[in-house]
């Protein structure tokens, strides 16, 4: 079985305190608009009060941001804000924050747990995506319901979104689905209108504060789950979304309640294993990984969760 090296510790992280910028008015190159500026702006800062920032900075040789702070015109969440729209980079201050605490590449990028993410996602990426591979969806998959595999494949959407190509987070746990609820989206239609034959306006829909990501959510939780993925219908979606998008990552059902990982995996061609730390069997990891002999689909790898 491959092995992705990283574990996913879920101690939250505060993000870090010091401030990379440089003085108004001296962008150049990838920025738009000086540190400064943006802190400013966000701030409505006075001409007086801009002012006094720049004395302040310039008697102390210190960064602007790190100037504004020290005279109260600003905080570190502030600096880091500004930061992050120089470099076209999302992120929310936690004050205005309205999402669930479970999205820590979205609500804590500069952690050292959404870098455990990103360098998943740079692992991932390196073997899916090879030059000259066609596009495959990956599925997430794992033997049990407390694995944390909704919430892995939802930070791990966020992390690829972050690259700037088009994501999609397609929910298929057709039984107990969660990304809707992880992302609070509208959950009346979705996959499993597409497959039952009906056809629904808008049912992908994009995350609001992260306009690269994208969530097509189960929809009606369906008395039929297994019959509905086996369609060809699912088979021929998959296809075209892997088309339409940079990345899809599908989030599944647990192997134990029957098939539904295997037939997502088989569908979308590639496969990554998340198994829990001290609660993952390796019978039933081996059970997993054997389900996936004689179907066409890749396993890219295996991520140990750790609580």
């Given at each position: 079985m491959s092995d992705l090296k990283e574990p996913i510790p879920l101690a939250h992280?505060?993000?870090?305190?010091?401030?990379?910028?440089?003085?108004?008015?001296?962008?150049?190159?990838?920025?738009?608009?000086?540190?400064?500026?943006?802190?400013?702006?966000?701030?409505?800062?006075?001409?007086?009060?801009?002012?006094r920032v720049?004395?302040?900075?310039?008697?102390?040789?210190?960064?602007?941001?790190?100037?504004?702070?020290?005279?109260?015109?600003?905080?570190?969440?502030?600096?880091?804000?500004?930061?992050?729209?120089q470099f076209h980079y999302p992120y929310t201050p936690n004050e205005r924050k309205a999402r669930s605490p479970e999205l820590v590449a979205l609500n804590q990028p500069f952690s050292s747990q959404a870098?455990?993410?990103?360098?998943?996602?740079?692992?991932?990426?390196?073997?899916?995506?090879?030059?000259?591979d066609s596009r495959r969806a990956l599925a997430v998959i794992s033997p049990d319901t407390m694995d944390g595999k909704s919430y892995f494949t939802a930070n791990l959407a966020v992390?690829?979104?972050?690259?700037?190509?088009?994501?999609?987070?397609?929910?298929?746990?057709?039984r107990r689905p969660r990304q809707h609820e992880i992302f609070d989206v509208n959950n009346q239609a979705g996959l499993s209108s597409i497959l039952s034959g009906r056809s629904?306006?808008?049912?992908?829909?994009?995350?609001?504060?992260?306009?690269?990501?994208?969530?097509?959510?189960?929809?009606?939780?369906?008395?039929?789950?297994v019959e509905l993925l086996?369609?060809?219908?699912?088979?021929?979606?998959?296809?075209?979304?892997?088309?339409?998008f940079d990345h899809v990552l599908v989030d599944t059902s647990a192997s134990r309640y029957g098939a539904d990982a295997a037939i997502v995996?088989?569908?979308?061609?590639?496969?990554?294993?998340?198994?829990?730390?001290?609660?993952?069997?390796?019978?039933?990891?081996?059970?997993l990984t054997d389900s996936l002999d004689g179907v066409s689909t890749t396993l890219v790898g295996t991520v140990m969760n750790q609580y």
């Open positions: 992280s505060k993000p870090v305190d010091g401030p990379l910028n440089k003085t108004p008015g001296s962008g150049a190159g990838v920025h738009d608009r000086s540190i400064g500026a943006i802190i400013a702006e966000t701030r409505n800062l006075s001409a007086d009060q801009v002012e720049l004395q302040y900075q310039r008697e102390r040789g210190i960064r602007f941001g790190e100037a504004a702070v020290a005279l109260g015109y600003a905080n570190a969440e502030d600096v880091l804000e500004a930061l992050s729209k870098e455990v993410f990103r360098a998943i996602r740079s692992q991932i990426t390196m073997r899916l995506y090879r030059e000259g992390t690829l979104a972050q690259l700037g190509g088009r994501t999609l987070l397609v929910d298929a746990d057709l629904e306006p808008r049912v992908i829909q994009q995350v609001e504060g992260l306009n690269s990501l994208f969530i097509l959510p189960v929809g009606a939780v369906p008395p039929n789950p086996e369609r060809p219908a699912f088979g021929m979606l998959m296809r075209e979304l892997a088309g339409k995996a088989s569908r979308c061609g590639a496969a990554l294993v998340l198994a829990r730390q001290n609660q993952s069997r390796v019978s039933a990891l081996q059970d």
